[in-house]
């Protein structure tokens, strides 16, 4: 089991002071390394061309927009976990619409313990994306191995008369007998054929 901490960064756009200092008083304390603050979209959308943010908390309205376009836009181009809050009356509405762009949304007035609960969940979330991301990238990898170990098997079956089953033990054998990986093995046979 992994037991690293990981650390976060995290973005509060809200032009609210107590607000501000409420909520990054809630952030889990040793899982947050930065939190910077927008007082508007505006210099919220300058703040995310400049750095990636783990977390965006949107406390909407703002003084120049609602919030919603950036919302959706950091929820799709980045990694970001995103938190919409907004006024009960426009809650229901404003769920439906940033649910399928996966933006967490939150009614105000907040609870202290739902807010709190919130970003635990948004950590947690967080965190199940970034096992899924290493899953992915470990599947990339043994798919780009693949791919290299048939090309050289093939230029090994067309350039050295090998048959397919040859191909394939040269390859393991190669890769045993020099200690390094098939993938290597490939990638130079590859190089020696091109």
């Known amino acids: 089991m992994d037991v690293s901490v990981n650390s976060y960064s995290a973005l509060i756009v809200s032009g609210n002071e107590q607000f501000n ?8 304390k040793g899982s947050f390394h930065s939190i910077s603050i927008a007082k508007s979209i505006a210099s ?11 977390f965006i908390i949107i406390n ?8 919603m376009r950036f919302a959706i836009d950091c929820s799709n181009s980045n990694k970001s976990i995103v938190l919409f809050i ?13 649910s399928d762009y996966g ?7 907040l609870s ?30 043994k798919m780009e191995e693949i ?3 048939n090309k ?22 190669e890769a045993m007998n020099r200690c390094i990986t098939k993938k290597e093995v490939a990638t130079q046979i590859i190089e020696k054929y091109s």
Do not use: C
């Open 147 to 149: 791919r290299l170990v």
């Open 21 to 28: 200092i409420a909520i990054s008083s809630m952030l889990p």
């Open 103 to 109: 933006v967490f949304t939150l009614p105000k007035p």
């Open 44 to 54: 919220a959308k300058r703040e995310v061309a400049q750095k990636d943010f783990d």
């Open 86 to 98: 907004i006024q009960n009356e426009f809650y229901n509405q404003t769920y439906a619409k940033l």
């Open 112 to 141: 202290k313990q739902s807010t709190i609960t919130s970003l635990r969940w948004m950590l947690t979330a967080k965190k199940r994306l970034e096992s899924a991301e290493k899953k992915s990238v470990k599947m990339e990898d």
């Open 152 to 173: 050289a098997k093939w230029l090994l079956i067309s350039k050295e008369g090998l048959l397919e089953p040859e191909a394939h033990k040269f390859l393991e054998k």
């Open 60 to 67: 909407s309205p703002l003084s120049d927009d609602l919030g």
